[in-house]
């Protein structure tokens, strides 16, 4: 009986812990006033169990839009120059780049193949999920073929302007953490998307979902908007490349080599991947 | 029935187990082991069930439960457990020398003791300030050097100094066992991040612990649960938004900066305080009872009273070790004054090698002089205490920014932002805009003007509950926790000091 409460304290820790551990492994989820009561962990489903999945080969059918060099250079001719990045990373890595979002990733494809062809880098792909959120980027296992597919040795992501207006912070956050886990331990640069003012919660969500040192909040930038008002005009992009860029080299969690281009309009050399949410949900 | 034996043989089917002893026993960089960790705890409840086998056994529990602490320092530490098992060794040797010497001698080996404690601590957590400062000074052109800090350096070298110097005063006796000292010294729940916990408190305890009953239990479950919740949901969610603002002040409005600093005195007090929570906790049902670190800090009418209920381990040993000795209030008014600038610099270089840190303890120094000047000629009552309240917490937050802030410059925009660049707009878009963060802001000011009383008795009111629910009240914090919980918990503020 004197030991009675250490053996009781005892067997307190190891029943509550493994009990959570247990329940990880429950296939069901379970709500508690609406509420998903969630696990210690998650349990990768192997891909073989999700259906209507579009397989890689069928990616690669996509066509692939690309701005021609001499469209990119007028363009170019015209715009601001670009923050300058206050020092450059001393490291002459270079990488395997990956590009996955929405339509800003669209938007921002190529400001980024002029950093990375500028900086030795090599951008091997973009991923443009035209109208998606982070309900398509958590539950398809599209982003994990992809990265399966094209061996990038650093990610850029860049989603959420088409639920800037969400409120469900714990559901994206879910949602983000989800998707994260697909990155599969990759460095990566998790940027947000711009809000114009009104995000509420996304950006936190994703940031808490994120690792935050390797992620850039965006909803404080002022940027020059494109004529539908929704998305960052063409200088608006290069503005918050340069801004990225600029964070990518003194603050990130993976920092990587990301001075201003040389030139602008570089070859095209990377695989676009064009979905759209709206016929393709990916899940 | 038969789904709960399905998930019983899935989950432990797929464990694999050869992987997870070898994560289990290697120390990781990326993962050091908080109390926080779930790993942590499920190990502390096989260690505490045959813990209670050895109860009753005072050797075998004693060479039991420093195995552990070392284990337990081991995966925060990594290496630096054979730097720690070395100062114990010799701070052992050196407490048994300074108590057979006389006189001069005596001096000596004292000097010397302390000496060889500072001297880790210098060499582990100041190097790059001197090279810094030397730099500036000298013109010279000194690379800084990529040293790793220790955890705990801070905390278990003043710990050894207090035991060297009170050994050394007679006001304790060296511990004849090492067995005993080591225990004093590595004893898990205080070992990384205090409370500083004094030999004379401490060694008394060691061969007697106290035997676990229901209250005791109750209690120290109690101080688990509350220290978990306070640090994983309340100082974690609040370091979210204090990070953003902090990072970037001049993104924020003047009010945005304004309540990230509110942010900030409730995360580094319920990060703090809830890692304290959980160490006296532990202690507790080991049989040993710690001091308490905190008492209502932000409680207090002014900052004398702030010192004595905050981080109190620390504000008592800079009290007897540094104030006490340079003459403390016995050389006359100017004195005392300048003795408190000194004690509360010392304080704040002990919490980091920047000028950031000595500002802070300058100033929290100064305005301990200033209420010790004029507190005499202070009204009384209770509005007064009301007011100097407000006074004293605003004072304490504004210190906090210079704490926290990654340099100056940023301290300064942050400043600049709260007086230029703040109006009541700001306040109504943080409410609809961070509605959850605003109401716990609310809540947690409200919450500072609850006398402490008040709290201590609606702390003992929950005694009243079964023993047997205390269980349902752990695995509920520990589920609320990963309810919340970000995907990367925060080490604990004080880690790094």
Redesign the interface.
Known sequence: M??F??????????????????Y???PSTYLFAD?E????FEIEKPVEQVSEIITVSKIDTIPTYVISADTAEMVYSEIPEPILPDSSVDDSTQHRVLLIGDSEAGGMKNVLNDYCQSNGHKLVATVEWASATSLNFAKSDTISKIIKRYRPTFVFVLFGLNEVLAKD?LTRKNFA?SF?KRLNGLPYAWIGPTNWGY??VIS?AF??????AAFF?SK?LVLPKATDGRHPSLPGYRIWMGNVANWLQE?SRWKIRMMPPARFGYPKKYKAIVLNAADYRGY | MQ?IIE??K??FG?IPFEQLLREFMLYSTKEPWFFTE?SF??T??????F??LL??QNALRKIYLIAFSLFFYYKSSGPFLALFVFQIVVDFLFARRIERSEGTSKQIWMSVAVLFSLSFLLYFKYPNFILENTNWLLLTHFEPVDLFLPIGISFYTFQSISYIVDVYRGEIRSSKSFLDYAFYMTFFPHLVAGPIVRAKDFLGQINSPE????R??KE??FRIVTGLIKKLLIADYLG?YV??VF??PA??TGGENLLGALAYSFQIYFDFSGYSDIAIGLAL?LGYRLKENFENPYGSSNVTEFWRKWHISLSTWLRDYVYIPLGGNRKGAFNTYLFLLITMLVGGFWHGASWQFVCWGAAHGLALALHKAVHKHLPEGKWMDFIGGIFTFSFVTFCWIFFRARDFDTALLMLNQMVMATSEVDFVGFWF?RN?LAILLVTLSAWTLIPGDWKRKAFEGTFYVP?FF??FF??AA??LI??FR???VQPFIYFQF
């Open positions: 004197r030991r409460y250490l053996f009781w304290a005892a067997l307190c820790f190891i029943i509550a812990c493994s009990a959570l551990y247990l990880s492994y429950i509420q009561i969630k696990k210690l912070y953490k994260h995000d509420y936190d940031q808490a979902a994120a690792d935050s909040s404080h603050s | 789904q998930v019983i899935q989950a797929s779930f705890l499920f502390f409840g096989i260690f505490l069930f813990y209670a109860f009753t035997n676990l009953d229901a005791r239990y120290s479950l979210k990070d953003m990072e970037n993104f924020y049902l805009s959850e023993s205390w269980f752990l695995l520990l589920q990963i309810q970000d995907t990367l």
